[in-house]
């Protein structure tokens, strides 16, 4: 049950977008007398994973000078004031600094989730628990998009409520957890760490992980965020066709998630190459595909091997990290792992007007996939097989 307390979060992430994206159509309707209405409504859907990109390394520090779990639970009751909020509000402005409150909010409680179960878990257990984030991020999406749907025919005030379930997750983390002690983690801490120095932090191996995630982000999401337009191009029109065949083909996140829990302990290197592998065949059957069977084939591919990608990057990061700085280090990359969300539409965009459209733009992604196998292949020859996995 703790592991589980800490696991339900992530899908507050996946809530902040997902949820929204159905009624989407009633927000740009219901304010169009708002000047630049068709750019601001839609930072409705995306301000919150800006805030994530900038805040979660705050957040780590936060973390490592306040403690972890008192830090989290009133991160839990933010989350749902600001999150149920725009059932309330009438002005778009005011809204839109709601999400940018559900932002901050979401950046705490991802990176104190994830720095707890790398207090509370060591060796494979800590890697299941992390892994597990992953798939629960992605089965959520597809129950949330669903939930968004049913909810917004009666008014798009309505999935907003869904945000009060942070409150379930409060009550979860205060009866499972404790605070982590400094020295015994089944201890409870009497105060907080107070933790500001950086003596000890792992600066070069960071900054590695920190570029590889953000180059595999943009890579992550291009699928999900994209395939739908990739799918009307190839002349699927009706929307909720479209939403159903992109989930489907998005359930290779936690399929290779499932396979990552199975080949987790293999090295680092290795398991890029495989990974970045898949990605390339994924972008590659993608831009070449002339319809919907073979485009999706693709999909599945890339996101059989997106889901492979995060929990290696993730794992990686907290590998190695000591209590003092655990909480530092999984803020920045979860910064790193947004600021990729971030990067991914304006990476595809530009791609798109340089290769003459979508299509290209996967061909493109698919080279640089390519690239990052490659890179990958370099590290497994340069290190011999006995090699541990890079601390």
């Known amino acids: 049950m703790t592991g589980l307390s800490l696991l339900f979060p992530i899908t507050l992430s996946t809530m902040a977008i997902v949820l929204l994206a159905p009624i989407l159509p009633a927000l740009l309707r219901d304010f169009a007398d708002v000047p630049g209405h068709d750019y601001w409504v839609p930072m409705i859907l995306t301000v919150p994973a800006l805030c994530v990109a900038l805040f979660s390394p705050v957040a780590g520090v936060l973390g490592d000078w306040f403690g972890r779990r008192r830090l989290l639970m009133w991160s839990f009751v933010a989350y749902a004031v600001v999150g149920i909020a725009p059932v309330f509000l009438t002005d778009l402005t005011a809204i839109l600094i709601s999400r940018i409150g559900v932002g901050l909010a979401e950046a705490l409680i991802m990176v104190l989730t994830t720095t707890m179960i790398g207090d509370y878990f060591t060796g494979a257990a800590r890697d299941k628990w992390l892994a597990g984030q992953t798939a629960m991020a992605s089965m959520s999406a597809l129950v949330f998009f669903n939930v968004g749907g049913q909810l917004g025919a009666f008014g798009w005030r309505v999935p907003f409520w869904v ?46 992980t920190l570029a590889i995630s953000v180059y595999g982000s943009v890579m992550f999401y291009t699928v ?15 929307p909720g066709r479209i939403g159903f065949l992109t989930s489907i083909a998005s359930i290779g996140v936690p399929v290779g998630t499932w396979i990552y829990s199975r080949v987790g302990q293999m090295r ?18 993608m831009s070449r595909a002339s319809g919907t069977t073979p485009f999706l084939i693709g999909c599945f591919i890339n996101q059989l091997g997106a889901g492979l990608l995060l929990p290696t990057l993730l794992v990686w990061a907290m590998d190695g990290l000591p209590f003092e700085t655990r909480a530092r280090g999984a803020g920045m990359w979860t910064g790193a792992f947004s600021v990729g969300q971030f990067l991914c539409p304006v990476v595809v965009t530009y791609a798109s007007t340089h290769t003459g459209g979508l299509m290209g733009a996967f061909g493109v992604l698919s080279a640089a996939a ?17 090699a541990p996995i890079p601390a």
């Open 370 to 386: 390519l690239l990052g196998a490659a890179g990958a292949l370099t590290g497994v020859i340069r290190r011999p097989q006995t």
């Open 163 to 208: 945000y009060a379930s942070a409150l379930v997750m409060l009550a979860l983390v205060w009866r499972y957890t404790w605070e982590p002690a400094e020295n015994d983690t089944g201890d409870e801490a009497t105060c907080a760490p107070h933790h500001a120095s950086w003596a000890g932090f792992p600066w070069a191996r960071m900054a590695g």
């Open 268 to 285: 680092v290197a290795l398991l890029l190459l495989g990974e970045f592998a898949l990605l390339t065949a994924g972008f590659l059957l």
């Open 224 to 238: 999900q965020i994209q395939a739908g337009r990739g799918l009307a191009e190839l002349g699927v029109a009706d």
